[in-house]
């Protein structure tokens, strides 16, 4: 069965660091997401991504985040300067086999950022 | 953001007995998506719903999209010790890439 997947599963990073979350969403698949979800809390919406551009996106998704979809399979969330309290476990999650389909939204397995 | 409130919290229960859990919010939705999360995971995709008034099920897992469209049901039947596990509820407003908004989750604990 076809499933999103996300690299690395685990990134250790030093505040003020950048770092690039990876993800490959289902093929065919038409809208993106990215989610976070810091320990013991609920899920929050980052941002989506629709047609090589964003969506809609969050209050957390401010200047130090971007997202990118460089080639036709991969997903990347960006975060330009990290700091601590962006420490949580990020989803990647994608939606839809045709513009206007109602499949469901389906998430991977997350990468853990831990910023020291 | 929209607020989906869960309840109950957490639930302990004996292996067997059934299980229900909802989500309410003060808005109108239309789309209901019920996850179980495991410790470290990422959310696993239970049930969908698109309709006022659906019901859906999955093995033992019956779902409802509310008729007032700002509410949803999760039930399971004749829990087991897999059940263990965070219940999410997510809904969207819109369609296609609007965002889904979290529940607060149930905590599930079945006692063997």
């Known amino acids: 069965e076809p499933e999103v997947t996300q690299t690395p599963s685990h990134q250790v990073t030093q505040m003020g660091q950048e770092v690039i979350l990876r993800c490959v969403p289902i093929?065919?698949?038409?809208?993106f997401y990215w989610y976070r979800q810091i320990l013991g809390q609920k899920v929050e919406f980052l941002v989506s991504?629709?047609?090589?551009?964003?969506?809609?996106k969050s209050e957390i998704f401010d200047d130090q985040f971007s997202v990118e979809r460089p080639d036709g399979s991969n997903f990347t969330l960006k975060i330009r300067s990290t700091k601590l309290e962006d420490s949580a476990m990020y989803f990647c999650?994608?939606?839809?086999?045709?513009?206007?389909?109602?499949?469901?939204?389906?998430f991977g397995p997350g990468t853990r950022l831990t910023v020291l | 953001g929209q607020q989906l409130n869960q309840s109950p919290q957490s639930m302990f229960i004996q292996e067997g007995e059934d299980v229900s859990m909802n989500c309410t919010s003060s808005?109108?939705?239309?789309?209901w998506l019920w996850y179980k999360q495991d410790p470290g995971e990422g959310p696993v995709l239970l049930i969908a719903?698109?309709?006022?008034?659906e019901l859906t099920s999955n093995g033992r897992l019956t779902a409802q999209f509310g008729i007032t469209r700002k509410d949803s049901f999760l039930n399971i039947s004749a829990s087991i010790p897999s059940d263990v596990g965070i219940y999410f509820c997510?809904?969207?407003?819109?369609?296609?890439?609007?965002?889904?908004?979290f529940g607060t989750g149930t905590s599930l604990t079945v006692i063997p």
């Open positions: 719903l698109y309709k006022a008034g």
């Open positions: 991504f629709y047609n090589n551009e964003i969506s809609e």
């Open positions: 808005s109108i939705f239309n789309t």
């Open positions: 997510a809904g969207q407003q819109g369609h296609g890439g609007n965002q889904f908004y």
């Open positions: 999650a994608s939606r839809g086999r045709t513009s206007g389909s109602l499949d469901a939204q389906y």
């Open positions: 093929s065919n698949h038409l809208y």
